[in-house]
């Protein structure tokens, strides 16, 4: 199975050779489960099926109820990466608490330079953008020499925020892998 990596779960990451990046302009639609700002009060159930996001997207980020792992949509089919740092497939009757997707349809293609972290990852992000197009969807193929990547244990009731989540998660190192990046650049700041 073709590796699957969020820029959400990315903490650093070395390109070894140019990849592609694909953007999505803000005329395009976005359809959001939740907010980050109920994940962070762990609210983790949700009442949405995947089933039912597929009707609204086939590229996006995410998690699965339970706040269990990370969720990445790419080409109509939906992943869970658990904490085990495995990629499952999602079906349709599981449920989301959180999740943002949007038809991907790309209106423009660059190729990236060579980077060798997250921050110049973002710089080369930021000159090829048009700040006025956010927020977008961006898709990365390439060949990747390092990526340090992280996801969440499933979390049990009572549910602790999402703060306190993340002091549980796991973190993996990839090392010469080939593969895809899901993300978005929206208007908030990045983080790395």
């Given at each position: 199975?073709?590796r699957i990596l969020s820029i959400l779960v990315i903490l650093f990451i070395v390109l070894a050779a140019s990849g592609l990046l694909y953007t999505q302009s803000a005329d395009h639609s976005i359809f959001q489960v939740s907010?980050?700002?109920?994940?962070?009060?762990?609210?983790?159930?949700?009442?949405?099926?995947?089933?039912?996001?597929?009707?609204?997207?086939?590229?996006?980020?995410?998690?699965?109820?339970?706040?269990?792992?990370?969720?990445?949509?790419?080409?109509?089919?939906?992943?869970?990466?658990?904490?085990?740092?495995?990629?499952?497939?999602?079906?349709?009757?599981?449920?989301?608490?959180?999740?943002?997707?949007?038809?991907?349809?790309?209106?423009?293609?660059?190729?990236?330079?060579?980077?060798?972290?997250?921050?110049?990852?973002?710089?080369?992000?930021?000159?090829?953008?048009?700040?006025?197009?956010?927020?977008?969807?961006?898709?990365?193929?390439?060949?990747?020499?390092?990526?340090?990547?992280?996801?969440?244990?499933?979390?049990?009731?009572?549910?602790?925020?999402?703060?306190?989540?993340?002091?549980?998660?796991?973190?993996?190192?990839?090392?010469?892998?080939?593969?895809?990046?899901?993300?978005?650049?929206?208007?908030?700041?990045?983080?790395?």
């Open positions: 199975m073709r907010t980050w700002h109920a994940l962070k009060q762990g609210m983790y159930d949700g009442e949405t099926t995947f089933g039912e996001l597929k009707k609204h997207g086939d590229f996006g980020l995410g998690t699965v109820n339970g706040l269990d792992g990370e969720m990445v949509a790419l080409n109509s089919e939906f992943f869970q990466i658990k904490a085990d740092g495995r990629v499952y497939s999602i079906t349709d009757d599981q449920k989301t608490p959180f999740a943002v997707v949007t038809f991907f349809r790309p209106d423009k293609k660059f190729t990236l330079p060579q980077v060798s972290d997250m921050k110049g990852l973002q710089e080369a992000l930021d000159r090829m953008l048009d700040p006025s197009a956010k927020p977008c969807a961006i898709k990365i193929e390439g060949d990747f020499r390092y990526v340090k990547v992280r996801s969440v244990p499933r979390q049990e009731k009572p549910y602790p925020g999402v703060e306190e989540a993340l002091k549980h998660q796991t973190v993996s190192e990839l090392k010469n892998v080939r593969g895809t990046l899901v993300g978005s650049v929206s208007l908030v700041t990045w983080t790395a």
